[in-house]
């Protein structure tokens, strides 16, 4: 009897070992996340560049780059791992959906299983690096990303205070309706020319903050070669080439995140 695959069961390659182990205590619970997130103003153009259609850069050209250290994930039965990952604000213009949110460039991460079920299931660019805890020396966050021995990034955010309140009501009227993080599910053909599947994509998630800092960011991006990188050398480079035209405040978050919302699921935009 030959294996046969369950409409109803959710699958990964290898599918034929059968549907994702699906445990009584997993859940989308990211229970102890720390980040760091820097944003800053590029040029317009140069970043449309990297935008597939129907996305539009916003009206703002801003950059993200989010560090996050994950601890105590349920799906993971309590293991954890380190992400950096890098969005544009746009709007998506489709025939159906219309929505201001963010486009993820990429995200690297330390771990493979994350990875694959990103890039599989939810369309999210995913790649790997080596990307240690943070560190917290005299006041000052650092963080870096690596791949074969040499740097990708640099972060750091220094002159760390609490927020005021006007600067907290600020930042939630700026974030109600672009909490939309969306990307590209792209897979080529057997053999890696042509394509299998080019579509949209909408991974919502829910997070909540229990200590939150503003201070000032820096983002140091490094140029690499083929020798140095030789499958991400050009992702580094373009991201690199994009101006850092103004910062926007820093923010170091500690708190929950929960990536599997029943009635708001990962879906096909159109």
Known sequence: MSFTLDPRASYMMPAHFGPRPMHPNSSGWYHDVTAMTISYITDREKLAAY????YEVDEEAVITVTYACSKNIDWLAGHGYNLIGVTAAV??????????????LVVWENLTDPI??????QGIPKIY????DHSLIGGKWRTNASHFGHKIID????????????ELKLGAEMQEGRDNPMGCRYLAAAG???????????????STVSEVQLGEGKV????????QNPTQFHIVNALAELPILGYLPAVVTKGSTNLVLPERFTRTLK
């Open 116 to 121: 694959l079920a990103g890039r599989e299931l």
């Open 155 to 166: 972060l750091s955010i220094d002159n760390l205070r609490a927020p005021t309140e006007a």
């Open 51 to 54: 935008l597939p259609a129907p």
């Open 129 to 132: 690096a080596d990307i240690p």
């Open 91 to 104: 709007i998506h213009k489709g025939e159906k959906d219309t929505l201001r949110g963010t486009y993820t």
């Open 220 to 227: 140091d991006w490094k140029h690499l070669t083929w020798e």
């Open 192 to 206: 890696g020319f042509g394509t299998a599947i080019n579509e949209a994509t909408l991974f919502p998630s829910e």
